[in-house]
């Protein structure tokens, strides 16, 4: 490792398409000479074949002057190296890291233009990205931006399927604004195996390799304008998420495991030392040490490190019912306290050895009883970092009659069942956890139910349904953004509970909007909370206004 990527170890790296569509850098403006900050620099590897591969570097000047002069400085990753390099001046070794000029018979490169030049190179398997890049001495895709100024926590679930699903993508994080305004993304989802290790596959519904790391992203939806390479190793969303991570340094980036649906086989993963090893070993190679299997060509020993940055669990849940296909045993408590020992433990083995901290977080239920049946909260309390709370799904379709989903306190009008953010949060409080460490859930979109009488309120409130009211992608479930454009509905609020809802007469939903955001996270901050968690960001508009509204109460 050469001395510059040591002094650059959390710089830039960028990766280009081979034709990168202008529209993404800043557009020129009039200035009498091109400046550092005027500079934009993308790579795609455009080519691999047993140890050898092809790279394409653009620079790109967004000012309004021509630039005759440029100097370019990168190192590329272990085990890879410039063998030929054409169309520039190249000095330099892989050991002490490249710098390139323009060729000898100049190259101005005009006010909002571009020049490409490239190289053949050699590889032991793993990526080729450049490492450390400036230009003119500044970061190749610009200077990078520090996030959120507020002191707290602004977390995100970004979701593996919501890129083909949803068609919400890496980059929509930037276009909509949110990126800059998000500390953490927690990745959705990381899957555990009857074998009780992390696993990754392409099998329907146990794993999405393709989505996290062997799809070719195009020009279109990458971060940078690049698009992916297809013979390079690290691919998709992991991909994104690294040249994501290299515009936002400061973003905190967990896999989280398990979900409702991959929480089957926790129990038995978390049932004895031996499997507690085995489980924590395999997440810690496959996520944090970046070894990814090879599927369909893409990953290999490596090549995904620096993607993660910690371990969020998502056990649903530990010792009470979940998803019924889920293992449930009474001591489930008692292991999911080891289990995170075992986390922190492996972590912390880890950060010394990279001299860096991983996180380890967790996701944690609503309702009293289900936190003392499956939490220890004095046991794991100390080894966590931070926990999210569940601030939502108080009611839903699963029941017959209409309610409140988030609602901040609780309704005196409610004749069933009174549950709150408000008495969810005190719970955890009453138990002795730090207000600090805990993260208020709250969710981007709303539950519906149809067949709904007006009742004596006129509102649809507390009133019998005949079921779920039809969805996008399921019923019952709607995005925030499409319940905005609805059409034909009366909006209610009340301000008490930081709740709102809309109802036409037949169809009724219950849902945060902006306004009910702000409630919320205003409440968060005034009692000393450690921030707000979402589930998910595919569900906010394409301006990202709940996440501007979060942003906002936070003092961003």
């Known amino acids: 490792m050469s001395s510059r990527r040591l002094r650059n170890h959390l710089s830039v790296a960028a990766a280009a398409a081979l034709v990168a569509p202008l529209a993404l850098f800043v557009p020129p403006v009039a200035a009498e000479s091109a ?3 005027d500079l934009r620099v993308t790579y795609v590897e455009s080519a691999r074949w047993d140890s ?8 790109h000047n ?8 440029w100097t370019l400085e990168f190192d590329l990753p272990d085990g890879s190296r410039v063998h030929e390099l054409w169309n520039a001046s190249l000095s330099g070794t892989a050991q002490d890291g490249y710098t390139v000029t323009p060729p000898r018979w100049g190259a101005a490169i005009p006010a909002g ?80 195996g009857p074998d009780g290790e992390c696993f990754m596959t392409n099998e329907p519904e146990q794993g999405d390799a393709r989505a996290d790391y062997g799809r070719a992203v195009p020009a279109s939806e990458s971060v940078d304008g690049a698009a992916d390479g297809p013979g390079q190793p690290l691919r998709g969303n992991f991909n994104q998420i690294r040249k994501l991570k290299e515009q936002y340094p400061n973003l905190i980036v967990n896999i989280s495991l398990g979900g409702w649906n991959w929480s089957k086989h926790f129990s038995d993963a978390a049932l004895t030392p031996e499997s507690r090893e085995r489980l924590v070993s395999s997440c810690v190679d496959l996520y944090l040490k970046g070894d990814l299997p090879v599927i369909d060509g893409a990953g290999g020993e490596g090549v995904g490190y620096g993607v993660f940055d910690g371990i969020d669990l998502d056990w649903e849940w530990p010792a009470s019912d979940g998803n019924p296909h889920n293992v449930v045993r009474p001591e489930d408590r008692e292991n999911f306290t080891a289990l995170v020992q075992e986390f922190r433990d492996q972590l912390d083995e880890l950060g010394a050895e990279t001299d860096r901290h991983y996180e380890i977080s967790s996701f944690m239920p609503a309702g009293p009883w ?23 799904d108080y009611h839903g379709t699963w029941e017959s009659v209409t309610n409140h989903q988030s609602n901040l306190a609780p309704d005196p009008r409610d004749p069933g069942d009174v549950i709150s953010t408000q008495t969810t949060i005190q719970a955890y409080l009453d138990r002795g956890v730090d207000p600090d460490k805990l993260v208020l859930g709250v969710p ?45 509905y009366e909006l209610f ?10 109802y036409d007469g037949e169809t009724f939903w219950t849902y945060d909007d902006e306004t009910a955001m702000t409630q919320k996270t205003d409440w968060v901050t005034e009692n000393g909370l450690g921030g707000v968690m979402i589930w998910s960001i595919d569900g906010d508009d394409g301006d990202g206004s709940l996440m501007a509204a979060i942003d906002s109460a936070l003092g961003g």
Not at 493 to 502: E, I, M, S, V, Y
């Open 35 to 37: 400046g550092p900050s």
């Open 52 to 59: 050898g591969y092809t790279g394409e570097i653009t620079v």
């Open 62 to 69: 967004t000012s309004g002057a021509d630039l005759t002069d």
């Open 113 to 192: 233009g571009s020049y490409r030049f490239g190289f053949n190179g050699v590889h032991t398997g793993g990526n080729s990205h450049l490492l450390g890049c400036t230009v003119n001495g500044a970061p190749c895709a610009g200077e990078p931006d520090q996030g959120p100024e507020h002191g707290s926590r602004s977390i995100a679930y970004f979701t593996q399927w919501g890129v083909e699903e949803r068609g919400y993508t890496v980059r929509d994080l930037v276009d909509s604004g949110s990126a800059e305004k998000l500390t953490h993304i927690n990745y959705a989802f990381g899957n555990v």
């Open 370 to 392: 289900r936190i003392d049946t499956g939490f220890e909260l004095d046991e794991i309390m100390p080894n966590m970092d931070f926990v999210t709370v569940q601030g939502y």
């Open 444 to 488: 981007f979109y709303g539950q519906g139910w149809t067949g709904v009488e007006p009742g004596p309120g006129g509102d649809g409130l507390f009133q019998p349904a005949t079921g779920p009211a039809p969805g996008t992608y399921a019923d019952g479930s709607e995005e925030y953004r499409n319940l905005k454009e609805l059409s034909g």
């Open 493 to 502: 609020r009340d301000d008490d509970l930081g709740t709102a809802w809309l």
